[in-house]
């Protein structure tokens, strides 16, 4: 698949994800930022800034398909590491440990 193809999909499957979650993040529920991949226009992150999460990772086999993805913010997403997306889930919403 071409690489502007590929872009174009995964846009659209922002919208949608957008849509679905109400703009909030897929683990702690917070409003989030969309900025283009997650970045601020002049460089860098924000913690709430929008990012595509592949709740299977990609390195596993996991597929950008809309039943794949969700959107998560910056923060969720870069602290997850290697647990699994439903406990981290549970333990961002306070039902583990909290
Ligand atoms: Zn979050």
Same mark, same amino acid.
């Given at each position: 698949? @071409? +690489?502007?193809?590929?872009?174009? /999909? ?11 979650? +109400?703009?909030?993040?897929? &683990? ?6 969309? &900025? ?18 592949? /709740? ?14 969700? /959107? ?17 889930? @549970?333990?961002? @919403? ?5």
């Amino acid at each position: 698949m @071409s +690489k502007i193809k590929k872009e174009r /999909l995964v846009n659209e499957l922002r919208i949608v994800l957008r849509e679905r979650q +109400k703009g909030k993040c897929c &683990y702690c529920r917070q409003p989030m930022t969309a &900025y283009p991949r997650g970045r601020m226009p002049q460089g860098g992150y924000r913690h709430d800034g929008e990012t595509i999460e592949h /709740l299977q990772r990609r390195r596993d086999g996991g597929k950008t398909t809309r039943d794949n993805v969700a /959107l998560a913010c910056f923060q969720c997403n870069s602290d997850r590491g290697a647990v699994d997306w439903f406990t981290y889930a @549970s333990y961002r @919403s306070g039902e583990l440990f909290g």
